[in-house]
Nanobody
Framework: VQLQASGGGLVQAGGSLRLSCAAS????????LGWFRQAPGKEREFVAT?????????WYADPVKGRFTISRDNAKNTVTLQMNSLKPEDAADYYC?????????????????WGQGTLVTVSS
């Protein structure tokens, strides 16, 4: 599977942004999908994940709980990350990732497939 992330940009603190990740290839519903982020000088970190098929089970990193929402549209082969109440510390490159027939997880090694990053900048 190939992943293409988009939707990054500049937003003021307190604002919202919606990231999308489009997947090519077949059997999109068999992939668990995740979002990660990497700020300058920091390690890439887990943000959110959603399980494969029609399972709506999701997990979020503590810093984004209640503010971010991950969702998927298997008919359109897309996964989105709705980000609300953005803070300056949310600024980073955001990456989508996929793992087939797996529960998804919070580790980088849980996902063999990665898209390119989309930059989110939050002004204070």
């Amino acid at each position: 599977v190939q992943l293409q992330a988009s939707g990054g940009g500049l937003v003021q603190a307190g604002g919202s942004l919606r990231l999308s990740c489009a997947a090519s290839g077949r059997s999109f519903s068999t992939y668990s999908l995740g979002w990660f982020r990497q700020a300058p000088g920091k390690e890439r970190e887990f943000v959110a994940t959603i399980r494969w098929r029609n399972d709506v089970t999701t997990w979020y990193a503590d810093p984004v709980k209640g503010r971010f929402t991950i969702s998927r549209d298997n008919a359109k082969n897309t996964v989105t990350l709705q980000m609300n109440s953005l803070k300056p510390e949310d600024a980073a490159d955001y990456y989508c990732a996929a793992s087939r027939f797996a529960a998804g997880g919070s580790g980088l090694n849980d996902y063999p497939y990665w898209g390119q990053g989309t930059l989110v900048t939050v002004s204070s």
